[in-house]
């Protein structure tokens, strides 16, 4: 059993940067595959980024590359996104979950809050 906690979440002004961290206990971190995963009030939960178990591949939703930035540290058990260039509609609770299958994530965290105010 895997248990991830985010934190790194917050109140932030337009054009503000947050990293964002997942720490995960209870497994072999580096045996999954870690995602980021963010659900806006009203609006179905979405992907954000993938990195792979090594940490060397990395993908991103079509619509945030550029400005988020996925990371891991396997001897820290943690992943991080990097959250640039913030705008009013990436406000949304985020999420990180571990993947030992591909497309299937099987544990999540419990989410931290990001808010960006205009």
């Known amino acids: 059993q895997v248990q991830l906690v985010e934190s790194g979440g917050g109140l932030v002004q337009a054009g503000d940067s947050l990293r964002l961290s997942c720490a995960a206990s209870g497994g072999t971190f580096s045996n999954y595959a870690m995602g980021w995963f963010r659900q806006a009030p009203g609006k179905e939960r979405e992907f954000v980024a993938r990195i792979s178990r090594s940490g060397y591949s990395t993908y991103y939703a079509d619509s945030l590359k550029g400005r988020f930035t996925i990371s891991r540290d396997n001897a820290k058990n943690t992943v991080y996104l990097q959250l640039n260039s913030l705008k009013p509609e990436d406000t949304a609770l985020y999420y990180c979950?571990?993947?030992?299958?591909?497309?299937?994530?099987?544990?999540w965290g419990q989410g931290t809050q990001v808010t960006v105010s205009s």
């Open positions: 979950a571990a993947s030992a299958v591909t497309g299937s994530y099987k544990y």
